[in-house]
């Protein structure tokens, strides 16, 4: 195994050796570039003391002073890395562990390579082995973010090639939270319930979705948002959650399920819903309009996206003037 074989492993594997010896020749004109250029300064006063270290040790085989000595590397370090982010200026802050142990997986390769006694993380059968499971991983990653659609709900079959026949698309799931809450285990968004309470949960409770702002800005600051997002969001927030939001026009959609119909929504949605229930016994979803916080393009002033839960429609409709249900939604990415 060469020192080449293993500097490559741990630039490519872990983070790269040029940090130690980036210059600290070039001026520094910014606070952040000064800054930089310490932690630069110190990861090679560091590097060195390691071999330092390394070089007694192999002289001296006393490794109790090798312990010592490397301590007080790691001290030192420690030390003059926290006066360098004290000052505040630093493009990173937190990193000091990360690159103390880039530097000290390099050194602790290079010292048993010298040895002639090359590490098994320089092994090529590990580096094989450690770069198959990078792909592997890459792989399974992309493979999620490229995931089909969600399926419609359809079951029921219109014929060979049909959406009900095929049934296309991820399964749904869903998890009742017994908070008022339901998570769409897909998607990972997190809906509010809606009850039939008279509280700020009931489902027949409408909003605007244009205030103020109509005639000028057109911004979402209607009793949307001055009404039903700031009693979600007030104190400990609902169900415990203080960052609840309006859907935008294509999560409202990923609940819409088209095997159902008035409303057309998964049962979770839709369960139990009677006069007095509340979102801890019951789901309720109105076969109508509600509100997504997305604009419509065309008319960029006037007109918000909506989804019709009678039979899943899109539609639009004035930004002022108008009333809608709405559903409140946190999460996501």
Not at 109 to 120: I, Q, R, V
Request: charged residues 15%; negative net charge; glycine residues 10%.
């Amino acid at each position: 195994m060469t020192r080449r074989s293993c500097f490559v492993f741990v630039v490519e594997g872990v983070a790269c050796l040029a940090l130690l010896w980036a210059g600290t020749a070039l001026a520094k004109t910014t606070p952040q570039q000064t800054c930089e250029a310490g932690k630069d300064q110190q990861l090679g006063v560091y590097a060195s003391c390691l071999q330092m270290a390394d070089k007694n040790k192999v002289l001296t085989g006393d490794t109790t002073k090798y312990n010592t000595a490397v301590g007080k590397c790691d001290a030192t370090l420690a030390t003059n890395w926290a006066k360098l982010e004290k000052k505040g200026s630093c493009p990173t802050t937190g990193d000091e562990s990360t690159v103390q142990s880039t530097v000290t997986d390099f050194t602790s390769c290079e010292s048993d390579n010298l040895a002639g006694e090359p590490p098994a993380i320089c092994d090529p059968t590990t580096l094989q082995s450690n770069l198959s499971t990078c792909e592997t991983n890459l792989t399974s990653c992309l493979a999620s973010s490229l995931a089909p659609l969600l399926q419609t709900g359809q079951t029921t079959s219109y014929g060979p090639g049909s959406d009900g026949d095929l049934q296309e698309g991820v399964v749904r799931s869903y998890t009742d939270n017994g908070d008022g809450t339901i998570t769409d285990n897909k998607t990972g968004l997190m809906w509010e319930k809606k009850d039939q309470s008279g509280g700020i949960h009931d489902w027949g409770n409408t909003y605007t979705w244009s205030g103020a702002s109509y005639g000028s800005t057109n911004v979402m600051d209607g009793t949307i948002t001055t009404t039903f997002l700031a009693a979600l969001n007030a104190g400990a927030g609902f169900a415990g959650h203080t960052d609840w939001r309006i859907p935008n026009r294509f999560e409202l959609e990923s609940i819409v399920n088209l095997q159902n119909f008035t409303p057309s929504v998964d049962t979770v949605f839709n369960t139990s819903c009677a006069a007095s229930c509340t979102v801890l016994t019951c789901s309720c979803t109105q076969s109508n309009n509600y509100w997504s916080s997305s604009t419509y393009q065309y008319f960029p002033d006037e007109v918000a996206w909506l989804v019709d839960f009678l039979g899943g429609f899109v539609d639009s409709s004035p930004k002022a003037g108008s009333v809608y249900y709405v559903r409140a939604v946190r999460g996501g990415s």
